[in-house]
């Protein structure tokens, strides 16, 4: 699995254990930045690692920023997009399962880093259920088009 990694000033720390880690895992990590000491405005990474994700690029795409409120938003303003903010174990696997969604929203302010990695091994690891809920997100992908 193809995996882009994103974030902004606030998130580079757990950004780069993110990265690191799931590179050990065995995934193949792209990382856009920032690097430490760079500063950028959360809308330009998340619409920047959002196209790469909606264009297939890569099949997941993590971003970060302090509450990764701010990064959902953004990038689910690109078409193909299925951002999530996820906080909590149950909301990794069923964003997955049910929405199939592409991008997972970590705040660095908010999460601890090993919470984070859960987080983030849940999503990354669980498929998409498909069934009734593909009719669901296809409803979605509609409403894009408008």
Not at 2 to 22: I, N, P, R, S, T
Not at 87 to 98: I, P, S, W
């Amino acid at each position: 699995m193809k995996v882009v990694f994103g974030c902004d000033h606030a998130a580079v720390a757990l950004k780069d254990q993110l990265l690191a880690e799931m590179r050990e895992a065995g995934y193949d990590c792209a990382d856009l930045g920032v690097a430490a000491g760079e500063t950028c405005d959360y809308p330009d990474m998340a619409k920047a690692l959002a196209e790469k994700v909606a264009a297939g690029e890569y099949d997941r795409g993590v971003l970060l920023c302090g509450t990764g409120i701010g990064m959902s938003i953004a990038a689910n303003k690109v078409p193909g997009i299925r951002a999530a903010l996820v906080t909590d174990c149950f909301g990794a696997k069923y964003t997955r399962l049910h929405n199939d969604a592409n991008v997972c929203c970590l705040g660095a302010r908010t999460t601890g880093p090993g919470l984070a990695l859960e987080l983030l091994r849940i999503f990354l690891e669980t498929p998409f259920e498909g069934g009734r809920h593909a009719r669901r997100v296809e409803k979605i992908t509609q409403m894009e088009q408008r």
